[in-house]
């Protein structure tokens, strides 16, 4: 069954303003600035599997200004607009490269370049107070924290890819029973 422009712009908003509250609370409690992120993230797979790149793009977008302009913490609507709010949309795409060793590097070096604009951006509009926090426990623990970055980036790739598999097998025949 074609879905009406109307089904899916509807679909799109409940999909944003679920990763908005999710943001939100991500910020509220205080321990989400980069699980919130994430979470958001995943909301862009029925999306991008029903009605492809142009509309999960779209709802990036509109999420991506709502984060900037509602979520009080920087840092967590920085991470969700930078790094990982289009990665779905980009995985696609990267998965589309033959070599695997290739596709990983390129993976990992949009996550860490994103993740470096994001505290040069919070630098720039913070202060120095940022990079005296990060620098706070020394260079051994940044680097510990840019490798527990880089893992749970490389966990949510896995996600990614079961939460799209769970999508097609379980939800989607689901929901197409009772639409």
Partial sequence: MRKTESQKIALCGMLGALSVVLLLLGSALQIGTYAAPMLAAFLLIPVL???GTRYALTLYVCVAILAVLFVPETELALFYVL?????????VKLNGVKS???RWVLKFAVFNAGTVLVYLLLFALLGPAVLDELLADGIGMLAALLAAGNLSFWLCDRALVALTRYYHVILKPKLKKKF
Wanted: charged content about 20%; glycine content about 6%.
């Fill in 49 to 51: 599997e029903e009605y």
């Fill in 83 to 91: 790094v990982m709010g289009y990665y779905p949309v980009l995985r």
């Fill in 100 to 102: 695997t060793l290739l």
